[in-house]
């Protein structure tokens, strides 16, 4: 496969994102970025609180990081992003940015975004298994029990996304050779 550029780690929350998108950025040599930094104040004091955020409160957030991630594939800088994007419409966004206008003919950075210069690695797993790692898990602004919502808004990638699913269940060194052997 020809480098993609981004590689976009995703997945419910404590599925593993901030983790595997560390080891593979550390593996690759690429930028690291991890969304759960990117989100306002208003944002992480809702979810602290239980409630789970609103597409509203997502968008502003997701268009942020679409800003990063253009800026750098127009720098040459591969990146990788852990970022929840659990709906297909948040993929989007990352990938076009906020407006539905379409694509100008100058607009070369949009372009290559979009032209399958991004893998998305979905992390998939059972709610059983990943409420557990959300327990043990300390020192994190995200409450368990808003897993069932991200469980609830899920929309696993689907064709034409270029994507590859990789288990939870899976060790991380296992994951992580998944996802290099898809690079190659
Ligand atoms: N493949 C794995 N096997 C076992 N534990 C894992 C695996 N991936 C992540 N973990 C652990 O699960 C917890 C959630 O992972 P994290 O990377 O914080 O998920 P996310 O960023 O998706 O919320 C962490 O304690 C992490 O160490
Ligand atoms: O869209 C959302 O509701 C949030 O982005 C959420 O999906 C994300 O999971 C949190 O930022 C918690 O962070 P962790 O995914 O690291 O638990």
């Given at each position: ?10 997945g ?5 994102k901030?983790?595997?998108g560390?080891?593979?950025a550390?593996?690759?040599?690429w930028k ?5 930094d990117?989100?306002?104040e ?8 239980g409630?789970p955020?609103s597409?509203?409160?997502?968008i502003p957030w ?22 929840s994007a ?12 906020g ?9 070369s950075?949009?372009?290559s975004?979009a ?7 979905y ?5 059983d298994?990943?409420?557990g790692r959300?327990?043990?898990?300390k020192g ?8 069932q919502?991200q469980f609830s808004?899920l929309e696993?990638p ?6 590859i ?9 296992e ?6 052997e898809?690079?190659k």
């Amino acid at each position: 496969m020809e480098a993609p550029g981004v590689l976009l780690v995703m997945g419910v929350s404590g599925s593993g994102k901030s983790t595997v998108g560390a080891l593979l950025a550390s593996k690759l040599g690429w930028k690291f970025y991890d969304a759960d930094d990117y989100h306002s104040e208003e944002n992480r004091i809702k979810m602290a609180k239980g409630v789970p955020l609103s597409d509203q409160d997502r968008i502003p957030w997701l268009c942020t990081l679409h800003d990063i991630l253009l800026r750098d594939v127009a720098l040459g800088q591969p990146v990788v992003l852990a970022c929840s994007a659990l709906k297909k419409t948040y993929r989007n966004i990352l990938i076009r940015g906020g407006s539905d206008a379409p694509l100008k003919s100058d607009d070369s950075a949009k372009e290559s975004l979009a032209g399958g210069k991004l893998l998305v690695v979905y992390l998939c797993g059972s709610f059983d298994i990943i409420y557990g790692r959300l327990l043990q898990r300390k020192g994190h602004f995200m409450p368990p029990e808003l897993l069932q919502s991200q469980f609830s808004i899920l929309e696993p990638p689907s064709a034409p996304e270029n994507f590859i699913q990789v288990s939870v269940d899976k060790g991380l060194p296992e994951i992580a050779a998944a996802v290099m052997e898809a690079l190659k």
